[in-house]
């Protein structure tokens, strides 16, 4: 994608637009030559449509995109700043909201680091090594993306919950995982789970064995190796899946909203203020949470461009073809 | 049915691919454009086929404007170097897809297509394909399906781009004979891009050399290959030694040493006297314009090829010569040289 | 090793295995009995059926986009087709507090959309909109790279064969995207259906109306009916199971098909 454009000026690119959309209007003159100029330019490029058909094809891509995802994201700040800056910042600095941004800075910090972990030594079990129960253990990494996050959250409750299997025994013992702190955190891991690993398999499998076999002929222990030639390699793809882990799990919500319990200034993180205080019709103070969830949004989708960009360029040393 | 092709300019940025090109295709030809890569052949052949557009000049196909057309509309067979077959379709469907996508009006019945399917797959011997797709198949037949596609629409032409250029060496030598062959089955006016000079001689009745963007010389194979029009035409087709000379009043000087040979009417100033490796008659020490030391000698079927340093001038001038084998040369003699035939030309800035 | 895979099963493994178990303590009468109860059952058909509907909507749109954005050049189409993955990065809460403000009675879209009659917030109509929300860009992401890969020369082929653009279009250039385009539907239509967040605000939540199967796991499990939410639970995690499987399928059809050259 990007490269195609990388090398065209801004003024070329309004040029190709300005014929792409039949702006570009000639004189009517010097009959048979022009004619015959027009008939080639109009089928010139052979790849694409007729102008009009052209046109409506931009036309609809764009109001769609601009109805279904660049107003909802409009919406999100102008109501936060509806009543102006100082409502906006008065609302941040709510204890409440306060206690929500500390709460979900910590559930990512842990589940973070944890699916950091594991998923670096789960990619590396992938792509390094061939055992069975390999397909199995791919499709149980996928799982938590295709599970509605409803039904990642009522796991846990099944399992921790008043009357799930290890209800009565946690309740005896005074431990509490549901409805606090552990138990938002372990089904934020759940859903987050397959990010890292996901980003590191294909990049893993890509790069094969060589090097590390290398390292290790010449001498290098298994972490030297580890630390030294895979991990070098992996580390774009590692940021990249870390990002999009970092940002589900700032933003998740179905499944955390079920093990929460909503005790108002312990366990809600960000995203189940945004819904309380949305119910409660307090809507500046609902927004201004959500646009800084929205931010994130915004930071991770651009620090994800770049990161791609960066892949790309790690996959053909050689630069680019195009 | 003819090509004629009058004063195409196309040009890609300030890159001219094409410079000022005219050309006539007659009615029946197979024609080679021969050149290097980035000699134009290509765009040249797009062009024709309306799948490119020059800045300006005119193209007509039979007398009729064809830059009034678009590729759908001109009649005319594609085969790509890279075969371009639709993977989603079968061999079958491939080859009739030209047939179904005809204007409704004009559009042959289901069971004219088949059978004109049949016919063409009879044609390029891969009957027995139909039902594959194209990805099972070798890239040799993969080939020969995107011929048939071509001749299914009765083309009145058909341009073929490299169409060997994917295939390996053993396959290629195949389809040429095979190409020729069905051209003087089928008689179709075709045209191919090539740039191997060895497939364009073979298989062309006329050859057309491009360079940079022109055309160098329009002749048979033997024509192109004994009486090369220019330098480049000399130097690109068959294998030449070339000597730095210097043209002066008739004469003609090699490190200033004159050469007993005429200058044919070449203009004086620094020039390139070319001699085919073949066209170098041996003889003993100081009989012919040239003299060298043998320096190795391989010998292989009725030829000896022969690495000949030589003598005076500045600096070693190491060329290679083929010879009979009627008398075996060894590395060391000091044996002199005389061009046969030769062509001088002038250097150009 | 043996610790990732310890870590997968108290991460993943166990917590499903209690979900089959916990199904295991019904019988199945009882199973039968509450997914054809009619709440539960208007459930389900509310989330496939609006999640097929949007699924839909998405492959149109979202091949109109994927056309635009790699056929064509206009000013900020670099930016437009970053945009297209919003859906994927924007908390679902967000997203679903934000198209409610859009589209509520008073909301920028709302407001004109009321005065034609047409009522979108709290209605199906607003669960279907969240789902085409939320599902844009499964079809975009995966049919661009399809197309941007795609053969030129096929389409030159096409046209020297007297191919017109139309039939180049829906005879070449679409069925090759075919695998790609099933599986983008599939993925949109996967997420659609377990989506919970962007749509519980927009969707008015009533019984039998507009309450989709997530909310109603919720609501059961805040009634402590653990078994009827478990119940509802494992008929759809099945359902993703089915589709997981067809997208792999169709994925593997794709490359002995079509295989890369």
């Given at each position: 994608m990007s490269t195609q454009t990388s090398f065209v000026t801004p003024a070329a690119r309004l040029q190709a637009y300005a014929s792409t959309a039949d702006l570009a209007v000639s004189p009517p003159s010097a009959r048979k030559a022009s004619d015959r100029v027009r008939q080639a330019a109009a089928s010139r490029d052979l790849r694409s449509e007729p102008g009009p058909i052209r046109f409506i094809i931009i036309a609809l891509a764009l109001s769609f995109l601009t109805i279904f995802v660049v107003l909802p994201l409009v919406v999100v700040f102008a109501s936060a700043f509806s009543k102006g800056i100082n409502a906006y910042f008065a609302a941040l600095a709510e204890p409440e909201a306060l206690s929500a941004i500390k709460l979900t800075l910590l559930v990512a910090a842990i589940s973070v680091s944890l699916n950091l972990v594991f998923g670096v030594i789960a990619a590396w079990a992938i792509a390094k090594f061939d055992f069975t129960g390999k397909t199995f253990l791919i499709t149980l990494i996928d799982l938590p993306f295709s599970v509605s996050p409803v039904i990642s959250g009522l796991v846990f409750v099944l399992l921790f919950g008043a009357q799930g299997y290890w209800g009565t025994w946690l309740q005896a013992n005074n431990i509490h995982i549901l409805f606090a702190v552990p138990g938002i955190a372990l089904a934020t891991i759940f859903v987050t789970f397959p990010f890292v690993a996901r980003s590191l398999i294909p990049l893993m499998q890509e790069q094969g064995t060589q090097e590390e076999e290398a390292a290790i002929s010449l001498g290098a222990s298994g972490l030297q190796t580890f630390f030294r030639v895979t991990l070098p390699n992996i580390k774009w793809g590692l940021l990249y899946g870390v990002l999009l882990c970092n940002a589900r799990a700032m933003g998740e919500f179905g499944a955390v909203s079920v093990v929460s319990g909503h005790i108002r200034g312990e366990t809600n993180t960000m995203p189940l203020l945004v819904e309380i205080l949305y119910n409660e019709y307090q809507f500046v103070a609902s927004f201004a949470i959500a646009s800084l969830l929205a931010m994130l949004a915004l930071i991770t989708l651009v620090v994800k461009t770049v990161l791609e960009q960066r892949l790309d360029e790690g996959q053909t040393p050689e630069g680019r073809s195009e | 049915m003819t090509i004629e092709v009058k004063n195409i300019v196309k040009k890609f940025g300030s890159f001219a691919a094409l410079d000022n090109v005219d050309l006539k295709v007659g009615k029946g030809e197979l024609l080679a454009l021969l050149g290097p890569s980035g000699s134009g052949k290509t765009t040249l052949l797009r062009i024709i086929a309306g799948l490119d557009w020059p800045d300006a000049g005119e193209v007509t196909i039979d007398g009729e404007d064809a830059l009034g057309h678009g590729a759908s509309e001109r009649h005319v067979g594609f085969v790509f170097q890279h075969y371009a077959l639709f993977r989603h379709m079968t061999v079958f469907e491939n080859v009739a897809f030209g047939l179904r996508v005809q204007p409704r009006a004009v559009r042959k019945d289901e069971a004219t297509i088949r059978a004109r399917v049949k016919e063409l797959l009879d044609l390029v011997q891969l009957?027995?394909?139909?039902?594959?797709?194209?990805?099972?198949?070798s890239g040799g037949q993969r080939q020969r399906i995107a011929l048939a596609r071509a001749l299914a629409i009765e083309p009145r032409i058909l341009l073929l781009d490299e169409p060997f250029g994917a295939l390996d060496a053993k396959v290629r030598k195949e389809l040429r004979q095979w190409l020729r062959s069905l051209h003087s089955e089928i008689h179709v006016t075709s045209i191919f891009v090539t740039h191997d000079q060895e497939e364009a001689l073979e298989v062309a009745n006329r050859v057309v050399v491009m360079d940079k963007g022109r055309i160098e010389q329009i002749g048979t194979p033997g024509d192109v290959y004994d009486?090369?029009?220019t330098a480049f035409v000399h130097g690109f087709i068959g294998e030449s030694i070339v000597l730095p000379v210097e043209v002066a009043g008739g004469s003609v000087r090699l490190g200033g040493r004159p050469l007993?040979?005429?200058?044919?009417?070449a203009a004086s100033g620094a020039s390139k006297l070319f001699v085919r490796r073949h066209d170098m008659q041996i003889g003993p020490?100081?009989?012919?314009s040239l003299e060298g030391a043998v320096r190795h000698v391989r010998s292989f079927g009725p030829i000896q090829r022969a690495e000949i340093a030589l003598s005076g001038g500045e600096g070693k001038t190491v060329i290679e010569i083929d010879a009979p084998r009627d008398r075996e040369l060894q590395a060391g003699e000091i044996i002199s040289l005389q061009p046969r035939r030769y062509r001088i030309f002038a250097v150009q800035e | 090793m043996g610790l990732t895979l310890t870590w997968l099963s108290v991460i993943i493994l166990i917590p499903l295995a209690g979900l089959f178990l916990k199904t295991l303590e019904l019988s199945p009468i009882q199973f039968w009995e509450i997914l054809t109860s009619r709440r539960t059952l208007n459930a389900l058909k509310i989330s496939f059926g609006l999640s097929f509907a949007a699924a839909c909507v998405n492959l149109v749109m979202g091949t109109i986009i994927v056309w635009a954005l790699v056929r064509y050049r206009f000013p900020g189409r670099r930016l437009f087709d970053a945009i297209v993955d919003i859906p994927f990065a924007l908390p679902t809460a967000v997203a679903g507090v934000a198209l409610t403000q859009l589209f509520a009675q008073k909301g920028w879209l709302g407001a004109p959309l009321a005065e034609l009659g047409i009522k979108v917030a709290f209605t199906p109509i607003g669960i279907f909109i969240a789902m085409v929300f939320i599902g844009i860009p499964f079809v975009v992401r995966t049919v661009q790279p399809v197309l941007i890969d795609l053969d030129p020369e096929i389409e030159e082929a096409a046209a020297s064969l007297g191919a017109n653009r139309w039939h180049t279009v829906f005879r070449v250039i679409m069925p090759s995207l075919i695998p790609a385009l099933l599986t983008g539907f599939a993925l949109a239509f996967a997420r659609a259906v377990g989506e919970y967040g962007s749509v519980i605000f927009i969707a008015?939540?009533?019984?039998?109306?507009?309450?989709i199967a997530p909310l109603l796991i919720v609501i059961r499990l805040s009634e402590f009916r653990y078994a009827d939410a478990t119940a509802i639970a494992v008929v759809m995690l099945l359902a993703s199971f089915v589709i997981i499987f067809a997208v792999n399928r169709l994925q593997r059809w794709a490359q002995t098909r079509i295989p890369a050259h």
């Open positions: - | 009957d027995w394909l139909a039902n594959r797709y194209p990805s099972q198949l009486n090369p029009a007993n040979i005429a200058a044919d009417g020490a100081g009989t012919g | 008015g939540n009533l019984p039998n109306v507009s309450e």
